[in-house]
């Protein structure tokens, strides 16, 4: 693209390319401006305003509500695509074929087993652990049994890493569960899809057969689906930064699964639902609710409303208020908090405070309804999020190694003291 945009500073002008993304958005190529400038930078905290880089997997226009996954639009992938197409689709770029979705399916399924010794790490956890916490560690702690680094360069070996950490992560997600819940560790089967593996290694019983209810395996199918990718997010742009230093793949993951875990971000969905219920016990009164999260003297926000990029609505919350609709009325639940949630939808979405600053239900407002219709306990929300976003993850990484970015290393304005002599203890 020729256009340019011209800086001035210092009295002096500077041009700086324009680059075109394929949907038609612009940004301004900033790459030379330290080296042109004799040191300027552009300062822009949350990096509102700033891309860090170029990628071809995913697409949001958060001003017309848009979402897609390597061209295919996200309503589309969730009414027709199964988990593992996605998987599939986001890491590699196409969708698979039907023999190509096969042997994923199968080097992932035998990928899966786990080192005895991970099982006394986690024994070694206190019950009381957030599984945030667990899922985090273990993820870290792969590395261990699997030190040798991935030769990027390689296609074989980077994608036996994909398919290993495809294999035991839901392991992982299974056990930190179990382990709350007082249940044995156990493996799921080989014969089973990817979804359905990962529901029986949740919940079967010690003493009983699992049997899967297609409603179930359909609702987190499609929770997944969503949840997969959203381009450059906090938790996805901190696995970038990480594995930008060459850190390996599970380890760059893991970091993923820490920035996932805050309230703001993944861990919004837990706090939903302690949000819904905490209305519930005070008698149901949303309106209080309401000012206080417009009370700028009161810590307390509306859990699930608002986003960074999407300032018209979510299209994936609104799939996912359609589905918690659909599983509580096929699997016979009256859940009280839903209509609790409904109402403060409502009310936030007439009130001038909401729509001023453009604030609607997110992903995360809905998709806590769902899980704990499913019987998952709440403090494993999370977990399931970062279950969804391994395929985004992975993806995103995978990308950044390929395209040889350098290490991310931003730059900062200093605004502290100025240098000072240092004055020994006895006379501060
Ligand atoms: N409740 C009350 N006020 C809010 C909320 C909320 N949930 N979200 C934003 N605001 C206000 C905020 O106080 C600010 O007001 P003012 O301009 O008067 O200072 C204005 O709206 C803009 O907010 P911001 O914090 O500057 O916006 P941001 O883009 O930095 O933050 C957000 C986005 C998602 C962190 C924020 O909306 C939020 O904290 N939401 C609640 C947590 C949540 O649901 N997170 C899940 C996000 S979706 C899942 C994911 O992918 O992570």
Known sequence: MSEKATLAINGKSYEFPVVKGTEDELGIDISSLRTSTDGVITLDPGFKNTGSCESAITFLDGEK???????YGIEELAEKADFLEVVYLLIFGELPTESELEKFHYDIQHQSIVDEDVKKILDAFPKSAHPM???CSLTSALTAFNPTSVDV????????????ILGKFPVLVAWTMRKKMGLPLNYGSTSLGYVENVLQMMFRQPNEEYTLNPIVVEALDKLLILHADHEQNCSTSTVRIAG??????????????????????????QAVIEMLEAIKADGGDTKKFM????????????????????KNFD??????????????????????????????????LEDPYFVERKLYPNVDFY??????ALGIPTEMFTVMFALG?????IAQWREMRLNKEPIGRPRQIYIGKTLRPFIPVEKR
């Not at 994936?316 to 359609?322: C, Q, T």
């Open 291 to 310: 000012a206080k999260a417009k009370d700028k003297n009161d810590p307390f926000r509306l859990m699930g409303f608002g986003h960074r990029v999407y």
């Open 65 to 71: 509500g848009i979402l897609h996954y390597r061209g």
């Open 367 to 372: 998709s806590g309804i769902i899980y704990r």
């Open 244 to 269: 930008s230093s060459h850190a390996g793949l599970f380890v760059s993951l893991a970091s993923g699964i820490s920035a996932l875990w805050g309230p703001l971000h993944g861990g919004a969905n």
């Open 315 to 348: 299209p994936r919350a609104k799939i996912i208020k359609k589905a918690a609709d659909e599983v509580l009325a096929d699997l016979g639940i009256e859940d009280p908090i839903l209509e609790i949630a409904k109402g403060l939808e409502k009310e936030a």
């Open 153 to 164: 360069r390689s296609e074989e070996a980077m994608y036996k890493s994909i398919v290993k």
């Open 133 to 135: 916490g667990v899922l």
């Open 389 to 393: 976003r391994l395929p985004g993850w």
